[in-house]
């Protein structure tokens, strides 16, 4: 596999490190970052909400999610990748690679802690135990620890309400680079969410699944201000016992199943990426296997919207509702032929696009 | 105007898909076809363990060196109508982790060789009753557990009285891998269950709510099953200084049977395109993609026969087999994903066989 060092990574940058500096904030209405593929190349790009792509800047392999903090934004690579790009959108400073160390590899996605730390939920593949690798932008972003997830196979995660808690969904799923995509544990799968402790790392709550659902991987998630976390669910088992692909967790109270009813189907069994609205307390879900979007209230969980749209699976809020894109190359109302956005679009911040 | 959700959601869920969905009753004959190759090759699992039983029975009963060859050649039986079917990863199989029980296979962290071989030094009794080994961990009661104690490390002492502990391990697992093997075989013989849900779509189905579904379904068996073999089974030779004739990390490295297994994995997604007669949903539009994919299953099989020779061609001419294999392995992938799924009315973007 390969493993992306800073001075080859920077050096495949080439010429779009000097197309990169922009003023966002100057650019109107908000803005959305995501990760995308147009033939052989691979980017991280910055969109408005009509889809026009504002810039683009190459990244070594295929991209997943991006994350914001300390005024950067940071590109993952999809697992089992094993690089990272921060960018700062005001420009400046340069951009800053790095990647995961031996015997590890990024799963896509992280957030930045209370303390300004860039925690990243890594793959201990040997041990086949879930890590956050913990990044310090202060420092080029050099690796400074580590904290376990209490589970296997970490993917999304989330700082809660108040920055005292990250919750952080584990799939359940153990998977090598040596084996592909081939899951190494189905019978013996524990998916689970737990809240650790922001600051130290510290174990605070493990919610685990009936014994039934042990194949119903947690996997991506979002959350509304009152610090219910919505988490989106992958079931590796026969179709036909599909559990509810959408549960809320909250700290001290455990799950809630928010079942689709008769659109529960339509999702095949994926749920490829949960936003949450916190303006209208809505939660939208997608699946890139059903052609498939859908917006519950997130208090009830009573379905709103259903949309049909091929290769769907970006989203993000966006004013009262959501954008969404698809492996297609759609974004909001524009289509990119050719081009293919990645699982996750991340709505930027005001404050990341000013570069505080 | 405000529309019922429920109203509303039946009208987005009539809406078609991106992309033309074959429909009538070619499409029917073409599902009913499948899930008879299916439910065949899953008889076929059920007969051979069950002949493994009578086998190994006999072994006990009478030990000697014919008896126990009988049950090798028995257990090479069981393996190849297994591996026929092990791609095809759909329905009951999922169910209560009845592959697993067939298989337990990839077994990185070597589960179930630790268990086998504690079962063997600590004379266990529960392993020796097919009731209680029902009990026990999946990876102690499938094929791989039989291949140890049939081929593994003192596997000559079965053809001795000194053997009889084994045996009845050996026994009472085949008995396990019969029961498992006709659990689902009658779960695809049931007139109401899966076969019928799958070849007739309904929207009162938990799994197979409409023809999409089902064609998804089967497209992904096609796509999911061929990277499976090229990840999982292939890539093990391709490693620097592999054993040609069971690389580490490789199943059935001490029957001999890695390669016919591979042929064997191969000729069950075969079997079942040719079963399918897929050739007939869009003859006419997509006649050459169909001659093409025939044409690669009969050259990858030709390879893997020719690699697979007795007696074995030179060690140079395998690695150039394999490799061969492994091209054309992940040709057929790509094909299936990215040209078999729209031809079926399909999403065939990049991410549409990824869960991440």
Known sequence: MAQFGRRALLQGLGAGLAAWPFRAAAAAGPLFAAALVEGDAHAIAILDRDGAILRRLPLPGRGHDVTQGRGWLVAFARRPGTFALAIDPAGGRAPVAFAAPPGRHFYGHGVFTPDGLLAATENDYE?????????????????????????????????????????????????????????????????????????????????????????????????????????????????????PLLLRFRFGEGHAALPLGAAERAFDGYVGSVAANPARGTVALTSPHGDVAAVVEGATGRLLHLHRQAEVCGVAPAGAGFVRSSGTGAFGPARHAGLAFDNHVLALDPASRAGD | MRIPTALALSLVLALPAAAETPDGPAVEAALSAAADTVATGYE????????????????????????????????????????????????????????????????????????????????????????????????LQGLGTAEYLLHGTEAGTLATPEGAFRCDFAAAVAARLAATGQEVADAWADPEGIARRFAHPAPDHADFQSVDDALRTLVGVFTNGMEGIHDGRVAPYLEDGADMTGPRGAAWTRSGLSGPAIKANLAGLRDLFEGARIESLNAGDHAPLWDEIAFEFDNLLALMGAFTADPPPPEAERRDLIGAVWLATGTLRDTFGGRMAPALGQSAAFSVTDGD
């Open chain 1, 127 to 243: 041990a086949g135990r879930g890590m956050l690798g913990l990044y310090d932008p202060s420092d080029g972003f050099a690796r400074i620890g580590e904290w376990p997830t209490h589970g296997i196979g970490p993917h999304d995660l989330a700082l809660l309400p108040g920055g005292a808690r990250l919750a952080v969904a584990n799939g359940g799923m153990d998977t090598h680079p040596d084996t592909g995509r081939e899951i190494l544990n189905l019978a013996f799968m524990e998916p689970s969410v737990a809240f650790l402790d922001a600051r130290d790392g510290t174990l605070l709550e493990r919610h685990t699944l009936p014994a039934a659902w042990s194949r119903h991987s947690t996997r991506h998630m979002d959350l509304l201000p009152d610090g219910s976390v919505f988490v989106g669910c992958q079931w590796q088992g026969a179709a036909a016992e599909c559990p």
């Open chain 2, 44 to 139: 076929r699992v059920a007969t051979s363990a069950e002949a493994l039983v009578t086998a190994t029975d006999a072994l006990c009963a009478e030990p000697s060196g014919t008896a126990l060859t009988r049950a090798r050649d028995a257990f090479a039986d069981a393996v190849l109508a297994w591996s026929r079917m092990e791609p095809i990863r759909f329905g009951p199989i999922l169910s209560d982790n009845a592959a697993e029980r067939m298989h337990f296979f990839p077994d990185r962290r070597g589960i179930g060789l630790r268990q086998v071989q504690a079962a063997l030094a600590e004379t266990d009794p529960a392993v020796t009753d097919p009731a209680t080994l029902a009990g026990r961990s999946v990876a």
